[in-house]
């Protein structure tokens, strides 16, 4: 296969590097918390596998899967969804196949779209109401885009560079870790390129006990990244809801262990009448630099917004160095809450 211009390959770094003496906090969740009676608990995974190499096209696999624990604790399956990606290896990183579950005929108009730039427009183009009629598979597709971007950490670890760092300078204070000044920037600037992530072991998710905890996971191969989200939603008391989140992105290299290589927890406080955050924060669990963390706190600006406007207060305001856009995927994230309401034991969303 003819190589992308301006990529070149070269010797890759070990299955498991150093940790970078700049690196950002290395506390990851382990588990998950128990199930509680009378909660909807949704979870997510996306998986980059790369079976033909660093050149070969990307294959990314998306499953859900949305769980009502009742009163007494019993679980019930609410909805599934999947859905798998073909995507061509250049700078565009076009669509070539798309395959869904529940099959959706109209997202067969995502072959030949972008899977990274554009990609939420063409498919709100495409399918305006699939949000409303499927809205798991709708969660699924709206992390493709960041999910496809961050899938270059692997080609980077199997040796695949880009011949000028330089290029990169263009992404300069988009969020916390990209400021200039900062490690990345400071590190293309002095001709070395951009830096290489180390992260901690990932500890299991799973819960031993409790094989309900997640939908079905399978070991990632070598060099497989895995973007992983938990969204508990739970009845705090008589007058608030309570929404705890988990967001991780993994790395298994290959011959090594699985890494951490940004992960997030997220917990919000909301009025169950107008669906509006009174209390939310972020905590930063691992991070790829030092720099990084700081953006935790933008987490806080969503005190007082309707949870159904957060894509959009996300999208226009989240932006700069004080911010992090795997924090703001996150966060677009609890956009989902009204409908999550709707599917606790017992309780309809206003």
Same mark, same amino acid.
């Given at each position: 296969?003819?190589?992308?211009?301006?990529?070149?390959?070269?010797?890759?770094?070990?299955?498991?590097?150093?940790?970078?003496?700049?690196?950002?906090?290395?506390?990851?969740?382990?588990?998950?918390?128990?199930?509680?009676?009378?909660?909807?608990?949704?979870?997510?995974?996306?998986?980059?596998?790369?079976?033909?190499?660093?050149?070969? &096209?990307? *294959?990314?696999? $998306?499953? !859900?899967?949305?769980?009502? #624990? =009742? +009163?007494?604790?019993?679980?019930?399956?609410?909805?599934?969804?999947?859905?798998?990606?073909?995507?061509?290896?250049?700078?565009?990183?076009?669509?070539?196949?798309?395959?869904?579950?529940?099959?959706?005929?109209?997202?067969?108009?995502?072959?030949?779209?972008?899977?990274?730039?554009?990609?939420?427009?063409?498919?709100?183009?495409?399918?305006?109401?699939?949000?409303?009629?499927?809205?798991?598979?709708?969660?699924?597709?709206?992390?493709?885009?960041?999910?496809?971007?961050?899938?270059?950490?692997?080609?980077?670890?199997?040796?695949?560079?880009?011949?000028?760092?330089?290029?990169?300078?263009?992404?300069?204070?988009?969020?916390?870790?990209?400021?200039?000044?900062?490690?990345?920037? &400071?590190? *293309?600037?002095? $001709?070395? !390129?951009?830096?290489?992530? #180390? =992260? +901690?072991?990932?500890?299991?998710?799973?819960?031993?006990?409790?094989?309900?905890?997640?939908?079905?996971?399978?070991?990632?191969?070598?060099?497989?990244?895995?973007?992983?989200?938990?969204?508990?939603?739970?009845?705090?008391?008589?007058?608030?809801?309570?929404?705890?989140?988990?967001?991780?992105?993994?790395?298994?290299?290959?011959?090594?262990?699985?890494?951490?290589?940004?992960?997030?927890?997220?917990?919000?406080?909301?009025?169950?009448?107008?669906?509006?955050?009174?209390?939310?924060?972020?905590?930063?669990?691992?991070?790829?630099?030092?720099?990084?963390?700081?953006?935790?706190?933008?987490?806080?600006?969503?005190?007082?917004?309707?949870?159904?406007?957060?894509?959009?207060?996300?999208?226009?305001?989240?932006? $700069?160095?004080?911010?992090?856009?795997?924090?703001?995927?996150?966060?677009?994230?609890?956009?989902?809450?009204?409908?999550?309401?709707?599917?606790?034991?017992?309780?309809?969303?206003?």
């Amino acid at each position: 296969m003819r190589m992308a211009s301006n990529w070149e390959l070269v010797p890759p770094p070990p299955a498991e590097p150093p940790l970078h003496p700049r690196r950002g906090i290395h506390e990851p969740t382990a588990g998950s918390p128990p199930r509680r009676p009378g909660s909807v608990r949704r979870t997510i995974t996306l998986d980059s596998l790369r079976p033909d190499g660093p050149t070969g &096209n990307l *294959i990314l696999i $998306g499953r !859900g899967r949305d769980l009502a #624990t =009742g +009163p007494e604790g019993a679980a019930s399956v609410i909805a599934e969804a999947m859905f798998r990606f073909e995507i061509a290896f250049q700078s565009r990183r076009e669509i070539l196949r798309v395959e869904t579950a529940p099959e959706v005929p109209e997202l067969a108009g995502l072959i030949g779209v972008s899977s990274t730039s554009g990609f939420r427009r063409h498919l709100a183009e495409i399918v305006p109401e699939l949000r409303a009629t499927h809205p798991l598979l709708a969660a699924l597709f709206d992390d493709a885009p960041v999910t496809s971007l961050v899938s270059g950490y692997a080609t980077a670890r199997m040796g695949l560079v880009h011949g000028d760092g330089r290029i990169m300078l263009a992404q300069a204070d988009q969020c916390a870790g990209w400021a200039r000044g900062a490690t990345i920037i &400071n590190s *293309i600037e002095d $001709g070395n !390129g951009p830096p290489m992530v #180390t =992260g +901690p072991r990932a500890p299991s998710l799973l819960v031993p006990d409790d094989p309900m905890a997640w939908h079905a996971l399978t070991g990632l191969p070598p060099h497989g990244m895995r973007r992983a989200r938990r969204l508990d939603l739970l009845p705090a008391g008589v007058d608030a809801l309570q929404v705890d989140v988990l967001f991780r992105d993994s790395y298994q290299s290959d011959s090594g262990p699985e890494a951490v290589i940004h992960e997030y927890t997220v917990n919000a406080l909301l009025d169950p009448e107008t669906m509006t955050f009174t209390e939310i924060e972020s905590t930063p669990r691992a991070l790829p630099w030092v720099e990084c963390p700081s953006a935790a706190a933008s987490a806080t600006r969503l005190a007082g917004a309707a949870a159904a406007d957060v894509r959009q207060v996300v999208g226009t305001t989240f932006r $700069g160095t004080s911010t992090c856009t795997h924090l703001n995927d996150t966060l677009r994230s609890l956009g989902d809450v009204p409908a999550l309401a709707a599917m606790l034991p017992g309780r309809s969303a206003p």
